[in-house]
Antibody, heavy 121, light 105 residues
Framework: EVQLVESGGGLVQPGGSVRLSCSAS????????MHWVRQTPGKRLEYISA????????FYADSVKGRFTLTRDNSKNTLYLQLSSLRADDTAIYYC??????????????WGQGTLVTVSS | IQMTQSPSSLSASVGDKVTITCQAS??????LNWFQQKPGKAPKLLIY???NLETGVPSRFSGRGSGTDFIFTISSLQPEDIATYYC?????????FGHGTKVEI
């Protein structure tokens, strides 16, 4: 059974940083691209980042480019999203999502349960 | 690519047929997913490639369309179908989602 467990969320001050983790099990983590999608308090879903299976290629939405960094450790079956220069509009539930192939140009299927990041002073 | 989903909410009775539409701002071929999200839960993939049912998803759910216009249907609404439904395109990056349709009984 595919399982994705996010962690690391919490209350962060504006301008601050936090690192989210996504621990994967139930599939061959190193064979699949991985993605992050966030859900705003208004329930809108926003695609923010993706990484290839080897970690040698990444994509970022314009809204987070230059502030967020996505990496992976295939030896630990873990995905990391470093969030920096946080703003109030980064407040959201952050979901880790499994890709359908090694390339992030393919679609995705399974989602983790999400971790809440609240940016507020 | 902008995804316009309608209606934003609907109320129907058990056994009713429910229809949700999704329009893409440009041709996305059949590169469209439909997700179901129940309160407090993560989205769940129901339909991929516009019309293919994900394994284990009940056959009362269906999807059709190509290009820019898509339709999602629940043929006979059940109490457990109460959720918000989202369309999402994967023709281009960044992936984009419709704003969701909240289905209530």
């Amino acid at each position: 059974e595919v399982q994705l467990v996010e962690s690391g969320g919490g209350l962060v001050q504006p301008g601050g940083s936090v690192r989210l983790s996504c621990s994967a099990s139930g599939f061959s983590f190193s064979s699949f691209a991985m993605h992050w999608v966030r859900q705003t308090p208004g329930k809108r879903l926003e695609y923010i980042s993706a990484i290839s299976r080897a970690g040698d290629s990444t994509f970022y939405a314009d809204s987070v480019k230059g502030r967020f960094t996505l990496t992976r450790d295939n030896s630990k079956n873990t995905l990391y999203l470093q969030l920096s220069s946080l703003r109030a509009d980064d407040t959201a539930i952050y979901y880790c999502v499994k890709g359908l192939s090694g390339s992030y140009y393919a679609s995705f299927d399974y989602w983790g349960q999400g971790t809440l990041v609240t940016v507020s002073s | 690519i902008q995804m316009t989903q309608s209606p934003s909410s609907l109320s129907a009775s058990v056994g009713d047929k429910v229809t949700i539409t999704c329009q893409a701002s440009q041709d996305i071929d059949v590169y469209l997913n439909w997700f179901q999200q129940k309160p407090g839960k993560a989205p769940k993939l129901l339909i991929y490639d516009a019309s293919n049912l994900e394994t284990g998803v009940p056959s009362r759910f269906s999807g059709r369309g190509s290009g820019t216009d898509f339709i999602f249907t629940i043929s006979s609404l059940q109490p457990e179908d109460i959720a918000t439904y989202y369309c999402q395109q994967y023709e281009d990056l960044p992936r984009t989602f419709g704003h969701g349709t909240k289905v209530e009984i």
